[in-house]
């Protein structure tokens, strides 16, 4: 089954400055990788996400690129403020009815 | 507005009680709906798929016996933890997903065992 690799597992950067969270996945099948931020008690939200067939994303302040050779994804943040201080998680996932397989999460904390 | 609903948010009970949770699709009918567990400070875990009309599928480690799951309609899931013990606390979040759409998940349950 799928393997999702999430690193680093904190990450403290001073507000303003970007952020890079990289995850890789183990099965070539996946084709979809959503990103979580999770809030303390609540449910996971989703940010963005990409499928197999496009390299790199973005929405504002927020992309994602994804290299399927090397089975590598990551999410930049750029300008990063307090408030996106939260957990977030990587995820991996083929077609069909399958479930999301998550990465173990990266603790962001941005210090202003 | 969300499109899966889950119940209750938070259940706090004696060692030994059963506890039902509900997850229902509001909008679309979910072919499919996912249980997961997450442990503090830990990653959503998939406990098991959950198709409708057929029995669930387990992951592996995952007590079928005591974790019970139903999902008799298109639109409601139930998972039912039997006689619930303190290391069974946890935030279970249940996830549902239609034959072309993304996957949604719920608020959580978050489960604490006295």
């Known amino acids: 089954g799928e393997n999702v690799e999430q690193h680093p597992s904190t990450l403290s950067v001073q507000e303003g400055d970007s952020a890079v969270i990289k995850c890789t996945y183990s099965?070539?099948?996946?084709?979809?990788f959503p990103w979580y931020k999770q809030e303390l008690g609540k449910r996971p939200q989703l940010i963005i996400d990409?499928?197999?067939?496009?390299g790199e994303k973005k929405d504002q302040r927020i992309a994602v690129t994804l290299n399927k050779t090397a089975k590598h994804f990551s999410l930049h943040i750029t300008e990063t403020q307090p408030e996106d201080s939260a957990v977030y998680f990587c995820?991996?996932?083929?077609?069909?009815?399958?479930?999301?397989?998550f990465g173990k999460g990266t603790r962001l904390s941005v210090i202003a | 507005g969300a499109v899966v609903s889950q119940h209750p948010s938070r259940v706090i009970c004696k060692s030994g009680t059963s506890v039902k949770i509900e997850c229902r699709s509001l909008?679309?009918?979910?072919?499919?709906m996912f249980w997961y567990r997450q442990f503090p400070k830990q990653s959503l875990m998939l406990m098991a798929t959950s198709n409708e009309g057929s029995k669930a599928t387990y992951e592996q480690g995952v007590e079928k016996d005591k974790f019970l799951i139903n999902h008799a309609s298109l639109t409601l899931s139930t998972l039912t933890v039997t006689s619930a013990h303190p290391e069974d606390s946890s935030f279970y979040i249940c996830?549902?997903?239609?034959?072309?759409?993304?996957?949604?998940f719920g608020d959580g349950t978050r489960l604490s065992i006295l």
């Open positions: 909008d679309f009918q979910a072919t499919t």
């Open positions: 995820a991996a996932k083929n077609s069909g009815n399958t479930p999301l397989v």
């Open positions: 996830s549902a997903i239609s034959r072309l759409g993304p996957q949604h």
């Open positions: 990409i499928r197999s067939n496009v």
């Open positions: 099965d070539s099948a996946s084709n979809y």
